[in-house]
């Protein structure tokens, strides 16, 4: 993994610095995959990270977390919390206050894009890329919310199955709580990736690696991957007429 985690920090330098940009914006969710991209950003560009802590509705536990990233790799951040324009969004929207318990996608898919919107604004601030944190895993199966965590500028994680985003993590040095976490896209309370998903990271590994999972999970994964595959693409566009 230390030859994986070298090529990635010299991958993340090179296309940051081929846009013509300084350093880097980094979502720090308090999970894994920001930890490893967190990790590997300060690596290329020491001077000039930004970690940005996003709760929205969120467990307080993750923005414990995101601090500690920052501090464990000395990055500097910025907190805001978003609950405030969620609720304006939920309010107009639906007229009602928000339902803490609720998991409707419609409307828990605003927090991810709030989150783009503030990282856009650091980035655009500092002449930064933001950095996202999707894996291979994640893109199969379209695990990410269109123009929320997915609109970013570049993907360093994205060819790395989960398993590998472990191993990356301990080779980085990420604290060993956020390696042990449950994978959680914390978008609404309780929020449990593989409880949505229907089958476990383990599984949509082994699946992408050789297909040898079972014939039902097969089925599940192949499911997602196909009604998420337009988030594989760029929009579709007419020939010229
Ligand atoms: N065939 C098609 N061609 C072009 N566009 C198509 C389309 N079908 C839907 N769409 C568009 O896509 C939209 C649905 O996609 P989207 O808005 O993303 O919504 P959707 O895929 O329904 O939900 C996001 C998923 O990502 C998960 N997530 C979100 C955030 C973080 C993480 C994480 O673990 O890191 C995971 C979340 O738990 C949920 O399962 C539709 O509303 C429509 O606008
Ligand atoms: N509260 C938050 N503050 C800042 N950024 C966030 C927050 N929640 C999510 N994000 C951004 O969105 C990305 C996707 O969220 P997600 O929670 O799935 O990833 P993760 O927590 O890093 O890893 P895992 O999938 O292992 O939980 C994060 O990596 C991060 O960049």
Redesign the pocket.
Known sequence: MKDIADKLTRWIKEEVEKAGAKGAV??????????C?AALCKRAFPDSVLG?????Y?NPQ??IH?RLVAETFSIPYEEIVLDEPFDWFVHRFTGQDYDVTSCELTIANIK?RL?MITLYYFAAKHNYLVV??ENKAERVVGH?TKYG?GGVDIKPLANLLKFQVKELAKELGVPQCIID?A????LWFGHC?EQEMGFTYKDLDRYIMNGDVPEPVKKAIQDLERKRAHKRHMPPIPPEF
Request: glycine letters at 18%.
């Open positions: 980094v979502g720090l969710s308090g999970g894994i995959d920001s930890a991209v940005v802590i996003l709760p929205c969120s993750d923005a995101g991810p989150r996202g944190t990410y965590d976490k994978p959680s896209a914390g990736d």
